[in-house]
């Protein structure tokens, strides 16, 4: 049951054919952990740099602290308790809410790969792989590979939503990235 009409109740209960529960957060969770796998649609990509445009679009002016930023964790895997065996790694589901004129610092991901669905509103992406800033619409999927440092922008009128699913080093070895 919807505890507030418009917003998602994580505690849901999705009823599959009459028979089966599944929680509605394993069924996000799985969801996007098929993204995560690359079983992503090819149509679901991230704005693309424009033909000519390769280069970076940081400069001195790049954001050292986020502005008008709230994250929320959804959930996390341990990793290390999995198959895959990579002890001190959580696989991590949250969300980053951007409030109109906000922005997430400038980051990288070096040692947190991620992927990043847009949820609501849209991003404008600064990134040391195109020159020019790249505008991320409703429902695409902005990869953040090693190579990726970059900040984004909201700068319309109504909060823009991130849903992300990272690799998440509980050492806390991963200095200057946005955790």
Not at 57 to 63: G, Q, R, T
Not at 77 to 98: F, W, Y
Not at 152 to 166: F, I, R
């Amino acid at each position: 049951m919807l505890s507030n009409p418009g917003t998602l109740d994580f505690q849901l209960s999705y009823v599959l054919a009459g028979t089966l529960e599944v929680p509605m957060k394993t069924i996000i969770l799985a969801a996007t952990t098929l993204l995560f796998a690359g079983l992503a649609l090819p149509s679901a990509q991230a704005g693309q740099c424009p033909p000519g445009q390769e280069g970076s679009a940081i400069d001195d002016s790049a954001p050292t602290e986020n502005y008008l930023v709230e994250t929320e964790e959804l959930d996390a895997i341990d990793l290390g308790k999995e198959k895959v065996n990579i002890p001190d790694h959580n696989l991590r589901m949250r969300t980053i809410t951007v409030q109109p004129g906000g922005h997430v610092l400038l980051h990288g991901h070096e040692n947190r790969p991620a992927l990043a669905l847009v949820t609501e509103g849209e991003f404008v992406e600064y990134s040391n792989e195109c020159g020019v800033p790249v505008i991320h619409k409703l429902g695409e999927v902005i990869n953040e590979n090693s190579e990726v440092q970059h900040w984004v922008k909201n700068k319309g009128d109504t909060p823009a939503v991130l849903t992300v699913t990272d690799i998440v080093d509980l050492t806390d070895t991963q200095q200057g990235n946005f955790k």
